[in-house]
């Protein structure tokens, strides 16, 4: 009896142990990378909010750079997990081995922006007409470009459809470089009343301060915008938190939180700024990644 006693105090001992070491332990923090067209529709707050409300121990800190900054912040071991949309670079740090766990949890559209007036004359073309117009009327004097200029996804997106329309704008006084973020970029096109390229869901979510620009092409598939979700490899890269990594990685694919993703900005924009990826089950949105990925 009193070995059987002893044995009972050991395990009641052991669990009270643990439950203040899970009370009292310090917060831990979790860093992320993300691009800035994400960060700017409030949803990675959104989710992480509801990950806190589980976690309530886990501080998230997230740093909003271009889709290149966030990639060369987990090879430098900044961070423990990026959130980007360009799969041309993201292949080079799978290669490299700085990034597993890669994860398509949603998508939307990119957008070319312009003008009410649309001095190009782009509205509804194919994208690459569009882009072949916009340089035509650079070129005449009659309007004006602006590009991220910072190797983030949109960047390389519409570096990209000036490729297919085999044209090359750098260095021309039409063309801008603006070195900022998605949002910043989208004021000083209006402020200039030019065109430029943005993913939808930014442009939805500033829409009502862009007073002077409007979506014009806003269809073809050079146009679709994956967005992707990894894990730092700490096999690879020191002093990373794979394990916490993982785990907020695998809240944001569960069904809970896609089905959050496909309703979010439905109530204040009268449509989703994202559509989830639901696990890709037929494999498109994995096949478009890899062409845009370049194989």
Known sequence: MRGHLLTL??????????YIWQVTRAPVTLRV???TSLY???LLEELARKFQEKHPKVIIEFTPVGSGEALKKAENGDVDMVFVHAPNLEKKYLEKGVLKFGEIFAYNTFVILGPKDD?????????INAMIAIYEAGEAGTTKFVSR???SGTHNRELWLWNLAGLDPSGNDWYIESGTGMAQTLMIANEYGAYT?????????????LTYLTPLVTQGSELLNVYSVYVVNSDVIKGVNERLAYEFQ????????QNFIRNYGVVEFGSSL???????????LREAWNQLAGG
């Open 9 to 18: 105090a050991l395990v009641l001992g052991l669990i009270s142990a643990t």
């Open 274 to 284: 994202f559509s989830p990826a639901n696990g890709d089950p037929d494999g498109s």
């Open 250 to 257: 695998q809240f944001v694919l569960s069904d809970e939180i």
């Open 40 to 42: 700017a529709t409030d």
């Open 33 to 35: 990378s993300t691009t």
């Open 119 to 127: 001095p190009a004359g782009i509205r509804d073309m194919d994208p």
């Open 197 to 209: 390229i943005s993913d939808i869901g930014t442009y939805l979510k500033l829409s009502s301060e």
């Open 149 to 151: 200029g910072d190797n």
